[in-house]
Structure formats: structure tokens, C-alpha cells
């Protein structure tokens, strides 16, 4: 009877270190498939410098303040800063279905190069108007934001390269 409680024992404890093996690389391989396309995503990155020229100090001062960001990295101007390093903190700050277009003019005011007239989706009984932002000013990396009728933002968008 004894042997076969051993032997049972065995038996658990090997099924315990299979499962515990199992589960780890599930873990490792779950892991790799998320940090993959990030990866991917950053090796993607477009050379900005072909395709436009650095905010000047001015602009990254503005920014820097108006977004209360003096401490990162983007403000210290130890090299090159272009509009799209900015647009996950800019994205960011404003928030879904509570930011208002005040909230948005009192921070990108001054980048704001245009608004279209409002359109209204019948299959979603919604009216939304949208309105551009360049920090830039050359128009080749805009910030789009899109607002409903009642000035609240519903979405946002950055173009990076081929987006």
C-alpha cells in the first residue's frame, strides 16, 4: 500500500512539474507575441527627418508647458525633437467622452489649421465635426480630433509615416 501512495505521490508531483512547465511557457510565449509587434512597430518608425524638419525651441517650450511635461525627455532639447514624439502625451491627455474642444483650444489652440462642417451618421444618430492640429506647421504630420455636437471629443488620431 505504501509503494503505491509513493508511487502515487510520483505521479502527482510529476504532473505538478509538468503543469508548472506548461504554464511557464505559455507565459514566455504569450510574452513574445505581445512584445513582438511592439517591437516590429518601433523598427517600422518612418526617418522623420526625411519627411519634415525638427519643432523649433519655441514650439517644444509651448508644449512642454501648456502639457505640464517640463521633466520628460522631449523638453530637455538634446536633440532633435519632431512633432509625432509628442502625440502619446498629447493623445493621451485628453480623454474620450469628457475632454471638450475648450479643454483642446486652451492646449493645441495655436496648431489648429482648420475645422470641417459637422456630419451627421444616421446609423449612429450622431453629429461629429473634426478639426486638424499641426505643431509644425507644414501639414505633414497633422493631429486629428473629432468632436461631437456638443464639443466633447470623441476621437483622436496622429499620423506617423504610413499609418
Same mark, same amino acid.
Given at each position: 500500500?505504501?509503494?503505491?501512495?509513493?508511487?502515487?505521490?510520483? !505521479?502527482?508531483?510529476?504532473?505538478?512539474?509538468?503543469?508548472?512547465?506548461?504554464?511557464? @511557457?505559455?507565459?514566455?510565449? *504569450?510574452? #513574445?507575441?505581445?512584445?513582438?509587434?511592439?517591437?516590429?512597430?518601433?523598427?517600422?518608425?518612418?526617418?522623420?527627418?526625411k519627411y519634415t524638419t525638427p519643432l523649433d525651441s519655441e514650439t517644444i517650450q509651448d508644449i512642454c508647458m501648456n502639457f505640464?511635461?517640463?521633466?520628460?525627455?522631449? #523638453?530637455?532639447?538634446? &536633440?532633435? %525633437?519632431? @512633432?509625432?514624439?509628442?502625440?502619446?502625451?498629447?493623445?493621451? !491627455?485628453? +480623454?474620450?467622452g469628457v475632454s471638450t474642444r475648450d479643454d483642446v483650444k486652451a492646449k493645441l489652440g495655436r496648431y489648429e489649421y482648420g #475645422?470641417?462642417?459637422?456630419?451627421?451618421?444616421?446609423?449612429? +444618430?450622431?453629429?461629429?465635426? %473634426?478639426?486638424?492640429?499641426?505643431?509644425?506647421?507644414?501639414? %505633414?504630420?497633422?493631429?486629428?480630433?473629432?468632436?461631437?455636437?456638443?464639443? %466633447?471629443?470623441? &476621437?483622436?488620431?496622429?499620423? *506617423?509615416?504610413?499609418?
Open positions: 500500500m505504501n509503494k503505491q501512495m509513493a508511487a502515487g505521490e510520483t !505521479t502527482v508531483n510529476g504532473m505538478s512539474r509538468r503543469l508548472f512547465i506548461v504554464n511557464l @511557457a505559455l507565459l514566455l510565449a *504569450i510574452s #513574445c507575441g505581445c512584445t513582438l509587434p511592439i517591437s516590429i512597430a518601433r523598427l517600422r518608425m518612418p526617418d522623420l527627418s505640464e511635461i517640463k521633466d520628460n525627455r522631449l #523638453c530637455i532639447q538634446d &536633440r532633435p %525633437v519632431y @512633432a509625432p514624439d509628442f502625440f502619446p502625451i498629447i493623445l493621451s !491627455t485628453f +480623454e474620450r #475645422c470641417e462642417p459637422p456630419t451627421y451618421v444616421p446609423r449612429l +444618430e450622431l453629429t461629429y465635426y %473634426v478639426c486638424s492640429y499641426d505643431l509644425k506647421g507644414d501639414r %505633414v504630420f497633422p493631429m486629428v480630433i473629432f468632436f461631437l455636437d456638443n464639443d %466633447v471629443v470623441w &476621437r483622436m488620431t496622429g499620423t *506617423i509615416g504610413d499609418d
